[in-house]
């Protein structure tokens, strides 16, 4: 490992070779450091904080040591990265590739590739992996088709949907077809409303189920990532819906104070049919590689 003059581990504290540590970092016993991370300088890793590997933690980063000792229980995933000056509560999960950015105060788990800033920290984007290509640049935008039409996003098999539309004095009226303007025949509904901004819904894939989202009412939204890429959509017309095939990981956020979520699912509820864990998710897509016909 790469250690400042004034670096400290402790004695059983777990710190990879290829690690680097900064001036004043100290490494509690019951600490772990992955390879090929960067923790600089004025950082105190507590017993419990687990950093995995490719990790960055800027200048001046405070991990909140547990209350009453104990381990802190922080946890940061593979090639998340934390600016200088930021505070992470005990217990906070950081996901895979996520960004704190400076200063931010961190009290709640931050999805995988979220950014998230301000005190408390909201999340404000999603890290990208799609090229600035320029016929993909509007997806990042979210300029669905002017006109009814059905389009492939990029990502896995995610599709952007735009409905008729009707401008009426007696009142508009939006309308779609199902297998003919939604991919699927649905056994469920459900709607999400009342949601504070603050907040992010999903944060999950399916095994099995097919989701059809369309905002009826303000504005949300949404991120999909298929493990390799991933691409960040707003939903804010009634008449614009976005398809997520099975294996697909969805979020959404950013909801309007009026906003109402209306979602469509090819299968009745089933717990088991849920993945909630991101690194599990890549599990199971590497899974799903190897059992296609080569």
């Not at 097919?210 to 939903?235: I, N, P, W, Y």
């Amino acid at each position: 490992m790469q250690l400042a003059e004034t670096a400290i581990v402790q004695a059983g504290a777990r710190v990879s070779a290829t690690a680097r540590l900064g001036d004043y970092v100290k490494v509690y016993l019951g600490a772990s450091v992955g390879d090929d991370s960067v923790v600089h300088g004025m950082t105190q890793l507590w017993p419990g904080a687990q950093l995995g590997a490719g990790v960055i933690v800027g200048p001046g980063v405070t991990l909140a040591p547990a209350v009453g000792g104990g381990d802190c229980g922080i946890v940061l995933e593979d090639r998340c990265e934390i600016g200088a000056g930021a505070t992470l509560l005990a217990g906070v999960n950081i996901g895979t590739g996520a960004r704190v950015e400076p200063g931010a105060t961190v009290a709640q788990n931050v999805p995988a590739y979220a950014i998230v800033s301000g005190t408390p920290a909201r999340i404000t984007g999603y890290v990208e992996k799609l090229t600035p290509d320029d016929n993909v640049g509007w997806y990042r935008q979210a300029r669905f088709p002017a006109t009814p039409s059905t389009v492939v996003l990029g990502v896995g098999g995610v599709t952007l949907h735009r409905f008729k539309y009707l401008n009426d004095p007696r009142g508009d009226l939006s309308v779609g077809e199902f297998l003919n303007d939604i991919p699927f025949q649905p056994k469920r509904y459900f709607l999400v409303m009342n949601v504070p901004s603050d907040k992010t819904r999903g944060e999950h894939a399916h095994h099995r189920c097919h989701q059809f989202l369309v905002c009826v009412k303000g504005s949300c939204a949404v991120m999909v990532d298929d493990g390799e890429t991933r691409c960040e959509v707003l939903l804010e017309s009634a008449d614009m819906g976005i398809y997520l095939p099975p294996l697909t990981w969805g979020v959404q956020y950013k909801y309007s104070a009026d906003a109402v979520l209306l979602v469509f699912a090819s299968e009745f509820y089933d717990d088991s049919d849920y993945i909630r864990d991101y690194r599990e998710f890549n599990a199971v897509l590497a899974q799903s590689k190897l059992q296609q016909p080569s």
